[in-house]
């Protein structure tokens, strides 16, 4: 598998669930798979190229379904190797057909290696989606997926997030905390966006961040426009079913009033049930 692997995704409801769309005219007595919402995927190579993380978010018109221009390639989940619109000028957007259970999927973009198509096969069973790949760069593997464990999606939940961070070019010797609240953004149509905010104790240059951004997965990328602050967060252990860890990478413009040109990493993991509460529309 290649530094930037190829993939094609799948999702199944709206990052929770699995709603059956109608009947296959081609196939009497069957239904077609309905690929919607916030998802997981890892790709495995069979010729020792590791594995690649990919989250995205779906949505399908009959059974045509196409992936966010939002979606992350991260190979072995490592926030530096991430690419996509979020995180760099990559847009990339899987598409595919599904018949009965069956998805065939497409996707093609550039490496270091060249430009690279890769053609996917599976099949849905309810949410979970499995297969087969081949890539024009002489690559191949097996993918599976799965839904997002912590979607953002209705009722609006909120969720807390608890950890430390530090500074990779000026590490501090007491590394500062950080305490997150972050839920979708009520003033938006698209369930996807996030609002949130940030307290850091023990931070030289920063005490406060206001949010805002969007889930990709189990994925988030939420930026601090006033702040100048971009920050990027995976599940720390996307394989491991239950964790609530998530590393993140941080980073400020040169121009940033304060903290300018720092960057650096973290890990939060989350502390509050998101049905504790919900998210309130503003008050008109």
């Not at 239904?31 to 495995?44: E, K, R, V």
């Not at 939060?268 to 998210?279: K, L, M, Q």
Request: proline content about 7%; aromatic content about 8%.
């Amino acid at each position: 598998m290649k530094k930037l692997l190829p993939f094609a995704l799948l999702a199944a409801g709206c990052g929770a669930g699995y709603t059956p769309a109608p009947a296959n005219p081609g196939i009497p007595g069957t239904q077609d798979a309905f690929i919607s919402g916030q998802y997981n995927m890892m790709l495995t190579s069979s010729d020792g190229h590791g594995t690649t993380n990919i989250y995205t978010n779906f949505t399908q018109s009959d059974n045509a379904f196409t992936g966010a221009e939002s979606t992350l390639v991260c190979p072995s989940n490592d926030l530096s190797q991430c690419e996509g619109r979020d995180v760099s000028a990559v847009s990339i957007t899987p598409s595919g057909m599904v018949s009965g259970s069956k998805v065939t999927m497409t996707i093609s973009f550039p490496t270091t290696a060249g430009s690279d198509t890769v053609n996917m096969v599976g099949t849905a069973t309810g949410t979970n989606l499995a297969g087969t790949y081949t890539d024009s760069l002489g690559d191949a593997g097996t993918w599976a997926a799965s839904v997002a464990i912590h979607p953002f999606g209705s009722p609006p939940a909120v969720y807390d997030y608890g950890g430390t961070f530090n500074s990779t070019s000026h590490p501090l010797l007491i590394a500062p905390t950080i305490s997150v609240e972050l839920g979708e953004d009520v003033t938006s149509d698209d369930r996807s966006r996030l609002s949130g905010s940030a307290t850091i104790l023990n931070s030289p240059c920063i005490s406060a961040l206001t949010f805002s951004g969007r889930a990709i997965g189990d994925a988030f990328s939420p930026t601090d426009t006033a702040s100048k602050a971009h920050v990027l967060a995976l599940p720390a252990h996307p394989a491991v079913a239950g964790d609530n860890s998530f590393a993140f990478s941080y980073s400020f413009e040169s121009t940033a009033a304060s903290c300018a040109g720092d960057s650096g990493r973290g890990m939060v993991t989350i502390t509050g049930s998101p049905w504790d509460y919900v998210r309130k529309p503003p008050v008109s």
